[in-house]
């Protein structure tokens, strides 16, 4: 079971990034993927997550309506569209994975990143001012 994180990079205030988050050795059709950021100094944070078996995909109230993510199951790929960048989005961006049996959305939001069995290996953001 693997991730692998891409398309991570340094832009301007108000610019946009697409990270990509190509899994293997197991499928979305029974999986939770969590995108985490974490800025130097702090604890990782949610980002966004999104569970099969349950409904809405969270975001984090700092990146509603600006973030998107989306998922390609055929290819065991997800995405996180970024838009409309701020500095303080800046910090390393990671893809997680739960899987087999997983639970609502809710459970990983609550949880955080220990509710997350499988971590990709980072890939920075920076936004300058």
């Known amino acids: 079971v693997q991730l692998v994180e891409s398309g991570g990079g340094l832009v301007q205030t108000g610019g946009s990034l697409r990270l990509t988050c190509a899994a293997s050795?197991?499928?979305?059709?029974?999986?939770?993927i969590g995108w985490f950021r974490q800025a130097p100094g702090k604890e990782r944070e949610v980002v966004s997550c999104f569970s099969t078996h349950s409904g809405p995909i969270y975001y984090e109230d700092a990146v509603k309506g600006r973030f998107t993510f989306s998922s390609n199951n055929t290819e065991n790929t997800a995405y996180l569209q970024m838009t409309n960048l701020k500095p303080e989005d800046s910090g390393i961006y990671y893809c997680?994975?739960?899987?087999?049996?997983?639970?609502?959305?809710?459970?990983?939001?609550?949880?955080?990143?220990?509710?997350?069995?499988?971590w990709g290996q980072g890939t920075q953001v920076t936004v300058s001012s």
């Open positions: 050795g197991f499928t979305f059709d029974d999986a939770a």
């Open positions: 997680a994975a739960d899987t087999f049996g997983v639970p609502p959305v809710k459970y990983y939001t609550d949880m955080g990143s220990a509710a997350f069995k499988v």
